[in-house]
């Protein structure tokens, strides 16, 4: 006579504990990483703070005849430039990243898609700070662009056209399979803005059909924002409207890049 045995216990699952979609910790910690990376390469670096200034000289000593011109454009390219080198670098250093399994791994331990999207937002917007100080400096006082408002909100806004650049370079690498192809967004993603933005001729002067698309690109608000500064001495509210919709727009962006990024499972 056998004695029946008890049925084995089945064995016990393991769910991965819930990550917090945000965490400063980890945020910061791979910030840091971020930029250890970026401080082993002085070209990047070199690209992030020179190029603006680099560029603003060039377009003072281009307008020597007419420095009104450049207090005209001037102001607005302050946003711009920082804009499209922090878009270039973004995407390019993201897409490392991505191609590498970099982001895969990382995305293995217990980080949120959010941690991830936020430590490279805040590494580059340390450098972006750093940019639009120095360009903002280089522009006001060492180039004389006359400005009517303070420049510490030009200073404001070219870091809100940084970290715009910032997050649509994060967006992107998502669609870019190779440097090359990251490359190849800019003209798709910057310079239809760089066009209608308003930098070479008033919105309301356009087709009705790319004013209203103009409406609907950020860069537009950029400039809008640049230009109430040099007309206006006071904070007005057009300017409080355009930084917001900048930074609306920089969030949003940043919500996205989120979204693409996928966690690989065997």
Not at 3 to 27: F, G, I, N, Q, Y
Not at 119 to 138: E, K, N, P, W
Not at 191 to 218: I, K, Y
Request: with cysteine.
């Amino acid at each position: 006579m056998t004695t029946p045995t008890a049925p084995a216990a089945a064995a016990p699952t393991l769910t991965p504990a819930p990550t917090r979609p945000l965490s400063l910790p980890r945020t910061t910690a791979t910030a840091t990483r971020v930029l250890r990376q970026l401080s082993h390469d002085p070209r990047t670096i070199a690209l992030l703070m020179l190029i603006p200034c680099v560029m603003l000289f060039l377009l003072r000593y281009v307008f020597d005849g007419s420095p009104r011109t450049f207090d005209n454009i001037g102001a607005s390219l302050l946003g711009i430039f920082p804009l499209i080198t922090m878009f270039l670098v973004t995407s390019i250093a993201t897409l490392r990243e991505r191609t590498s399994g970099t982001l895969e791994r990382l995305l293995a331990m217990p980080l949120g898609k959010g941690d991830l999207i936020a430590g490279y937002a805040l590494a580059f917007g340390v450098l972006a700070i750093v940019q639009s100080a120095l360009a903002t400096g280089l522009a006001v006082w060492f180039l004389g662009l006359d400005v009517t408002g303070s420049p510490w909100l030009l200073l404001l806004v070219a870091l809100l056209d940084a970290l715009l650049g910032t997050a649509l370079g994060l967006f992107v690498s998502a669609f870019a399979a190779s440097e090359f192809q990251a490359v190849q967004f800019m003209p798709a993603v910057i310079f239809p803005q760089l066009l209608l933005c308003g930098l070479f001729t008033p919105r309301d002067n356009m087709h009705p059909a790319l004013e209203a698309v103009s409406d609907v690109l950020p860069m537009s608000y950029a400039v809008d924002g640049m230009n109430e500064v040099l007309r206006h001495t006071d904070m007005t509210t057009a300017f409080v409207r355009d930084a917001l919709i900048v930074a609306g727009c920089a969030l949003l962006v940043l919500a996205l890049g989120a979204a693409t990024l996928k966690r690989r499972t065997t």
